[in-house]
Nanobody, 126 residues
Framework: AQLVESGGGLVQPGSSLRLSCAAS????????IGWFRQAPGKEREGVSC????????YVADSVKDRFAISRDNASNTVYLQMNSLKPEDTAVYYC????????????????????WGQGTQVSVSV
């Protein structure tokens, strides 16, 4: 089983990016898929989560007005749409799969997740 992130890059403040998380070796329908980010010198932060099987979702308060999570079952991919990006959004973004749990306000707990991608760098700078 593998998760692969893509879509990161260097953008200016106010820009948008869409990150992708593609799964191979398992079906995303069976998992809650979460997005995390980690900035240099900071702890990993849970950003968002989606689980199609029960319709549960989670978006962190810090990004809820700017970020949105979605998925495409046909391509076995989860997306994180990030709008109005700020310099403080600069981080490595990871997706992860949780087989057991719904998405909830506890979805920020990284220990719940079974599989992790390698991460994609997002840099927001003038």
């Amino acid at each position: 089983a593998q998760l692969v992130e893509s879509g990161g890059g260097l953008v200016q403040p106010g820009s948008s990016l869409r990150l992708s998380c593609a799964a191979s070796g398992f079906t995303l329908d069976e998992y809650a898929i979460g997005w995390f980010r980690q900035a240099p010198g900071k702890e990993r932060e849970g950003v968002s989560c989606i689980r199609i099987g029960d319709g549960s979702t989670y978006v962190a308060d810090s990004v809820k007005d700017r970020f949105a999570i979605s998925r495409d079952n046909a391509s076995n991919t989860v997306y994180l749409q990030m709008n109005s990006l700020k310099p403080e959004d600069t981080a490595v973004y990871y997706c992860a799969g949780d087989y057991r749990n719904q998405c909830s306000r506890r979805s920020h707990i990284s220990g719940r997740y079974d599989y992790w991608g390698q991460g994609t760098q997002v840099s927001v700078s003038v």
